[in-house]
C-alpha cells in the first residue's frame, strides 16, 4: 500500500515529526505541537537488571553523582553512535513518556544526524524510527538542517559558509541551490572544550573537577574576546594530592587562553574548506560571511574571533541551540513535496 493509500484512509495528511539527534541534546518537534523534548542526550541503567531509570536531565543529574547501581551512558559521542541499544531504548522511552505512541503511526519522521554517521548508522536509526511507528523515515545532516533554522537561505543557487559546533562535532559546510556542496567534519567541539577546561584545572591547580562542573566554567566565563565586566569565578572539586575538597579562583583570561587552541584547529578546517570552494561560491562566502550554529554559537565574542582571525563578515545564526529542530520544522514541507514525487512516479509506473 502507498503512502497515498494510507493518507486516504485516515482522511488526513500524516504527522510530521523531527528530531534532532545530537552528542548533547535530543529535541523532539511536532507538527502542531512545537518542540515537545529538548533534554540532554543521557540514559541511566540499573546495571543488575539492566533496565532504564532515567532518561534525559534526570540522568544527566547522576553524572559523577550515582552510585555502582547505576551506569550513565551517552548514546552518542563526538558524532558516532556509540550504543544503538541504548539509542532505541532512549527514544522509546522518550515517546512513550511523552504519551504519543499513537500519534507515530503512519507518521513521516526526519531524523537530523551529525554528518560523520555511517550509513550501516543511518539503516539501523531507520530501523529504529520504523520499529516506534513510523511509516516514511528521512535522514539528513545537522549542517543542512542548522544553515535553514540559523536563518539562511539555503535554496538559492548562492554559496554559503556554515559552521554547526555542537557538542561533539564541528560540522563546516558551503550550501547551495538546496544542498551541500562541500562539507567536514572535526570532533572538536562542545565536549571537546569542557575536557580541555577539566585538563587544565588538574595540571594549573591540582584540582579534580568534574564534566558539569568544566561545562559551567565555559559557558560563565569562557569567552574568545576581552569583554569590560569580566569577573574570577570560583571553582570547587578534589586536590589530587591530599583527595580533600577545595575551592579555586580561575579568571576568564585563563579560559580564554585554553580555549584558544582547541578554536583554531576549527579555523584550520575553516580554511581548508575555503580553499577546496568553487571560485564563484568562494565569491559568494566573501559577501555572504560565515554563519555559526550550535552551542558553540553561545561562546562570548566567537563571531568577533573568526571575524578578525579569516577576515570575513561573519554573524551567529538565529537560536543557535535550536537552530537544527527549527531547520527540520521549516524543511517539513520539502519532505512532504518529495513523498507527492515518489507516490506519482510510483503510480505512473502502474498505468
Known sequence: MNMINKFNKTNKQPTFVSMDLGTSNTLVYIAGSGIVYNEPSIVAYRIKENRIIAVGEAAYKMIGKGNKSIRVVRPMVEGVITDIRATEAQLKYIFNKLRIVKQLKYSIMLLACPSVITELEKAALK????NIGADKVFVEEEVKMAALGGGVNIYAPNGNLIIDMGGGT????????????LSKSLKIAGNYLNNEIQKFIRSQYGLEIGTKTAEKVKMEIGSLHKFADERPMKVYGRDVVSGLPREIQITPQEIREVMKVPISRIIDLTVQVLEETPPELAGDIFKNGITICGGGGLIKGID???RQTL??????GEQPLLAVINGTKKFEQDIFDIIKQENSFTKALSY
Open 311 to 316: 577576515q570575513l563578515p561573519t554573524k551567529v
Open 170 to 181: 564541528t560540522d563546516i559546510a558551503v550550501i547551495s541551490a538546496g544542498d551541500i556542496v
Open 127 to 130: 530501523k529504529i524510527a520504523q
Open 304 to 306: 568577533e574571533y573568526f
